[in-house]
């Protein structure tokens, strides 16, 4: 089993950056497909980034290319995701998950463990 732990959120205005962490403990995180997914209030969880076990597949929901990257740092146990030029219409919890395969998916069902998620809020 692994733990996942996500930091980085915060209050930024629309246009600004930030940058979340997810490290993850327990087991290393080399041997998951990790993903990132966002909650609003009201709202369901959607899919957001994913990146393949060895980090050269990665996935975006239409909405953030271009602005978002995912990365992973296998020797750290850590995945990041990089945000630039943030929207209001960002704004959320923010969580990580881990999935047991090889496939990069952005179906929520599909991963089997999930951080507890880090807020993020873009002031317009």
């Known amino acids: 089993q692994v733990q996942l732990v996500e930091s980085g959120g915060g209050l930024v205005q629309a246009g600004g950056s930030l940058m979340l962490s997810c490290v993850a403990s327990?087991?290393?995180?080399?041997?998951?497909?990790m993903g990132w997914f966002r909650q609003a209030p009201g709202k369901e969880r959607e899919f957001v980034a994913a990146?393949?076990?060895?980090?050269?597949?990665?996935k975006y929901v239409d909405s953030v290319k271009g602005r978002f990257t995912i990365s992973r740092d296998n020797a750290k146990n850590t995945v990041y995701l990089h945000m630039n030029s943030l929207k209001p219409e960002d704004t959320g919890i923010y969580l990580c998950?881990?999935?047991?395969?090889?496939?990069?998916?952005?179906?929520?069902?599909?991963?089997?463990?999930w951080g507890q998620g880090t807020q993020v809020t873009v002031s317009s």
């Open positions: 990146i393949s076990r060895s980090g050269d597949n990665t």
């Open positions: 998950a881990a999935r047991i395969s090889s496939i990069v998916s952005s179906t929520v069902g599909l991963y089997n463990y």
């Open positions: 327990g087991r290393t995180v080399s041997g998951y497909v």
